[in-house]
Nanobody
Framework: QVELVESGGGLVQPGGSLRLSCAAS????????MGWFRQAPGKEREFVAA?????????YGDSVKGRFATSRDNANKNMMTLQMNRLKPEDTAVYYC???????????????????WGQGTQVTVSS
């Protein structure tokens, strides 16, 4: 059974940075997508970023490209991080870590393809 646990959310001022972590257990990284999504009140769940295995290619949503970066932790292979820089008020949302064990590239941005989800962590960008 796959378990995903996010941490690192909080309140930050516009222009600031936050780092989220996702600890995964029960997951084999043979062919899988590990993704980040976010959902603001009244809005649909939005693709933020994902890493594809095998290969380690990274994909980003247009709204975060150039500001956010996701990677697998070198010291702990079961940990994924999301570094968020130059945060904006519109980045405010609950952020989720997710796993797609099907690993179909054309669906990497589709939340419906992900079969395991963390509980989410709140990120609030406000002065």
């Amino acid at each position: 059974q796959v378990e995903l646990v996010e941490s690192g959310g909080g309140l930050v001022q516009p222009g600031g940075s936050l780092r989220l972590s996702c600890a995964a257990s029960g997951l084999t990284f043979g062919r899988v997508h590990m993704g980040w999504f976010r959902q603001a009140p009244g809005k649909e769940r939005e693709f933020v970023a994902a890493i594809r295995w095998p290969g380690g290619n990274v994909y980003y949503g247009d709204s975060v490209k150039g500001r956010f970066a996701t990677s697998r932790d070198n010291a702990n292979k079961n940990m994924m991080t999301l570094q968020m820089n130059r945060l904006k008020p519109e980045d405010t949302a609950v952020y989720y870590c997710a796993a797609d064990r099907g690993g179909i590239l054309s669906s990497i941005r589709n939340p419906a393809q992900y079969d395991s989800w963390g509980q989410g962590t709140q990120v609030t960008v406000s002065s």
